[in-house]
């Protein structure tokens, strides 16, 4: 298995530009996060989802759209980059079946905002 | 509303010393605890957790940590550090009640491993 998987690695932008990151798990979990790390202040959730086609926000989901139209697959979109934006993104995954396990977590997106 | 707190930003630690790492959540239930390690550039691996039922709880490389729930804490514990350990280390305190699996982080300690 691969776990969680994150792509691209690194991605610089220019304010204004647009992408999406991809998040992709392979051991059927049924939830999935997206969180941005950025220094003293630890990961911060930004939108999550319980299962395929659901999505909520979780604590600083402005500037930020995802999609979860396959249950394997989470995306994160930047419709209009901010040099604010410049972070590192976590993706994770999560079953709940078995009671209140662990997060699983991807190895990370740098994006730089220029 | 939960959080967590690890009120060292950066410790120092020589190898072979022992360490300790702070952390205090504010959670009105019992919470479930989670240690997880970040080495530079990469994710984030997960040392221990407690959910429930011993207080002392047994991790990966060595670690451990104590839950003590009349100080809100869960700090986590290694008799000898190893050079390899200098990372950065994250608590976290999940809402079990909840149907969601959020995770609150605190904000990281920074280990660094003296020769």
């Known amino acids: 298995n691969a776990g969680v998987t994150q792509t691209p690695k690194f991605r610089v932008l220019k304010t204004g530009q647009s992408m999406t990151l991809l998040c992709a798990q392979d051991?059927?979990?049924?939830?999935m996060y997206w969180y941005r790390q950025d220094p003293g202040m630890g990961l911060r959730l930004i939108h999550y989802?319980?299962?395929?086609?659901?999505?909520a926000k979780g604590e600083v989901p402005d500037g930020y759209n995802v999609s979860r139209l396959k249950k394997q697959n989470f995306l994160l979109g930047l419709e209009s980059a901010a040099p604010s934006q410049t972070s590192v993104y976590f993706c994770?995954?999560?079953?709940?079946?078995?009671?209140?396990?662990?997060?699983?977590f991807g190895p990370g997106t740098r994006l730089t905002v220029t | 509303a939960q959080s967590v707190t690890q009120p060292d930003i950066h410790i120092t630690v020589s190898e072979g010393a022992s360490l300790e790492l702070r952390c205090n959540y504010s959670?009105?239930?019992?919470?479930?605890l989670f240690w997880y390690v970040q080495s530079p550039g990469q994710g984030l691996q997960l040392l221990l957790k407690y959910f429930s039922g011993d207080t002392l709880v047994q991790g990966i490389k060595g670690f451990e940590a104590e839950f003590k729930r009349s100080q809100s804490s869960f700090n986590l514990r290694k008799p000898s550090v190893h050079w390899s350990d200098a990372a950065e280390y994250f608590c976290a305190v999940g809402d079990g009640s909840s149907n969601t699996g959020k995770l609150i982080f605190g904000q990281g300690t920074t280990l660094q491993v003296k020769p």
């Open positions: 994770a995954s999560w079953n709940r079946t078995g009671g209140f396990n662990e997060q699983y």
């Open positions: 959670y009105g239930a019992t919470p479930y």
């Open positions: 051991m059927n979990h049924e939830y």
């Open positions: 989802s319980v299962g395929e086609g659901t999505t």
